[in-house]
């Protein structure tokens, strides 16, 4: 009977024993870290030889470019003494026949020191006309044939045809003496002597015979004569 009761009383102690944790709680789980990957650094990967730095560029300045190169256009500086001092001493002609003769209306002289020429313009009003300009032994007075005294030791003259001197009512548009002592480096005077029948007359006292040249300007119309100052 002692051996029964022992035996009882140890069968609760053993259930209490068995059930002494919480009731119902599974054991803890442990819990696996994988490795993480190692991802491979390039600078630590090991050179198979010497790295060669790259070479920097060369810098250029602006400065040592040399800009594209522009066309060259040489433009002539303008002359400062224009035409030089003519050379011939030949008769210029020239034959016209306008329907109403022009007006001699003025007389103007001109020193070109540093040209080498003087100049004579003879001023017209009216359409274009024909001209004789040449070297005459003496100068005469148009319609009487008179020789007319004047200063110098060449003379040249111009003769307009037609042309004449004077308005419808005869008054003269030229005195007898507008630059009759002009007195410039190869020119003494000019003296019109002539405004006879459509021709007008003008002659040219010179201190030596030299080359001479003829043209036409307009705007106002004029006739002009350049002549040298050097012998010819």
Known sequence: MRRLAVAAALVPLAFAAACG???????????????????????????????????????????TIPAPASPTTTVPAPSSTGPGAPTSTEQVKVTRTPER??????????????????????????????????????????????????????????????????????????????????????????????DFEGVVTVAIGLRHRAGFRVFEQRDPARLVVDIAHRRA
């Open 101 to 194: 003769p022009p007006l001699v209306t003025g007389i103007r002289t001109a020193a070109h020191a540093d040209k080498g020429f003087d100049r004579v313009v003879v001023d017209l009003r009216g359409a274009r006309t024909g001209y004789t300009v040449g070297y005459v032994r003496q100068v005469v007075q148009d319609g009487s044939g008179d020789v007319v005294p004047m200063k110098g030791d060449a003379f040249l003259q111009i003769t307009l045809t037609p042309a004449q001197a004077h308005s419808e009512s005869g008054k003269p548009t030229l005195g007898r003496t507008p630059v009759l002592n002009a007195e410039l480096v190869n020119v003494r005077g000019v003296l019109p002597v002539g």
């Open 21 to 63: 944790g919480t009731p119902g709680s599974p054991p803890a789980a442990t819990a696996t870290v994988a490795p993480t990957p190692q991802t491979p650094n390039p600078s630590a990967e090991p050179t198979t030889g010497p790295t060669a730095e790259p070479t920097a560029a060369p810098t250029v300045s602006a400065s």
